[in-house]
């Protein structure tokens, strides 16, 4: 059963960091890996979608990398802004099911 | 605006009235989904329709009862829920194939009184 882990749960830093969030599935047979951003109380916004054969996708100051072998994609941030605070998911694709498997979230806070 | 249109965006309800969730995708996407979120938990699959076919049902209580009419249109009926089903449901579309994008959309935050 695939299950996924995002770590830290929460994060807070100072603008202009550049930052990293982590995610892990334990399941390594993924067809891809999405990230999306959730600010509260909204919906999900997709940000990167990463194929099993590529190894990373970007997207201005975002950054995804994927590792299937080792069951992690990570997700770089450059340069954080206040306006990057949102909760951050990570969401792989069930393998005999229609249904994306989400982390818990990592929450992250930019002040200025 | 992500293609994916949700109504409404809030909705409080006692627990004897019934009610629908509206769904709807300008995409050209084949699969819609129903995902729900509670509290302090990872978002949790209720419903998949692929071409208007239901594909999954996430064991998911009867009173709740999806509807899908058309592959751009998805609801969502609420009657005799409870408490714990307050909750922001998602609504999400993909071209139905596991290598592609989902998009979501922006909830809908259900207060059961």
Not at chain 2, 59 to 71: A, D, G, K, Q
Request: hydrophobic residues 30%; charged residues 15%.
């Amino acid at each position: 059963k695939q299950e996924v882990t995002q770590i830290p749960a929460a994060l807070s830093v100072p603008e202009g960091e550049n930052l990293v969030l982590n995610c892990s599935f334990t399941d390594s047979a993924i067809y891809n890996l999405q990230w999306f951003r959730q600010d509260p109380g909204k919906g999900l916004t997709s940000l990167l979608l990463i194929q099993s054969s590529q190894r990373e996708q970007t997207s201005g100051r975002l950054n995804a990398s994927l590792d299937k072998s080792s069951g992690r994609s990570t997700l770089y941030i450059a340069a954080s802004q206040p306006g990057d605070s949102a909760t951050y998911l990570c969401a792989v694709p069930s393998y005999n099911t229609d249904k994306l498997i989400f982390g818990t979230g990592t929450r992250l806070q930019v002040f200025p | 605006e992500t293609g994916v249109t949700q109504t409404p965006r809030h909705l409080v309800m006692g627990m004897t009235n019934k009610k629908s969730l509206k769904c709807e995708q300008h995409l050209g996407h084949n699969a819609m989904y129903w995902y729900k979120q509670s509290a302090k938990k990872p978002l949790e699959l209720m419903f998949v329709y692929n071409f208007k076919e239901q594909t999954e049902n996430n064991s998911v209580p009867s009173r709740f009862s999806p509807e899908c009419p058309n592959s751009s249109h998805l609801f969502l009926h609420l009657h005799t829920l409870q408490p714990e089903d307050s909750a922001l449901y998602l609504c999400a579309s993909s071209h139905g194939q596991r290598n592609t994008e989902a998009f979501f959309g922006q909830g809908t935050r259900l207060t059961v009184v």
